[in-house]
């Protein structure tokens, strides 16, 4: 006869105690301004895939309950198969650096850096965008009768978000 475990409360009640953690280790953020996100989202199928390694782990072993030690062995295996990427910071000086030339370049000794986290940059990122969809709509709006492309200023929208912040 096969084997069918059973989960126990102790077992249910360390598996939701790990869901957790996982969770929240996926969006915690390394006190270097890293973030470290993990390349698989942590979602409702990793909790299935916990319950799973459990049962299995139990299997394993020919037990009719699955117990704690066998929730921490599934908990240990699926930790190592989700991969983890950390995002350095972006650097927003690498996109004013001059280009070359033949002329020599004199050192800039205030070399002054300037570094967003990636959160920040997503951040920056939609709230521009919301902005430009919202004054494309109001410019459909405007022009249905007439074919302009107007376009929107670099210095309006840096204003613009720098309003929102």
């Known amino acids: 006869a096969a084997v069918q475990p059973k989960l126990t409360s102790a077992a249910k009640e360390h598996i939701i105690g790990l869901y957790k953690q996982l969770r929240l280790r996926e969006t915690s953020s390394s006190s270097t301004g890293r973030v470290s996100s993990s390349s698989t989202p942590i979602t409702v199928r990793q909790l299935e895939s916990l319950i799973r390694l459990s049962e299995a782990v139990a299997k394993m072993y020919c037990q009719e309950d699955i117990e704690i030690k066998h ?7 699926l930790s190592k198969a989700i991969i ?6 972006i650097d927003l ?7 070359v030339t033949d002329e020599p370049m004199e050192e800039d000794t205030t070399k002054n850096e300037t570094k967003i986290s990636v959160d920040e940059y997503k951040r920056l990122i939609n709230i521009m965008v ?3 969809r919202k004054l494309d709509e109001e410019q459909e709006n405007e022009n249905q009768s007439t074919v302009v492309m107007p376009g929107v200023k670099r210095r309006e929208l840096v204003n613009w978000v720098l309003e929102q912040l």
């Not at 929730?71 to 295996?77: D, G, H, K, T, W």
């Not at 983890?84 to 910071?89: E, F, I, N, S």
């Not at 000086?93 to 280009?99: A, C, D, S």
């Open 71 to 77: 929730v921490q062995e599934a908990y240990r295996l």
């Open 84 to 89: 983890h990427v950390d995002q350095p910071d």
């Open 93 to 99: 000086n690498e996109y004013n650096r001059p280009t």
């Open 130 to 132: 919301y902005q430009l």
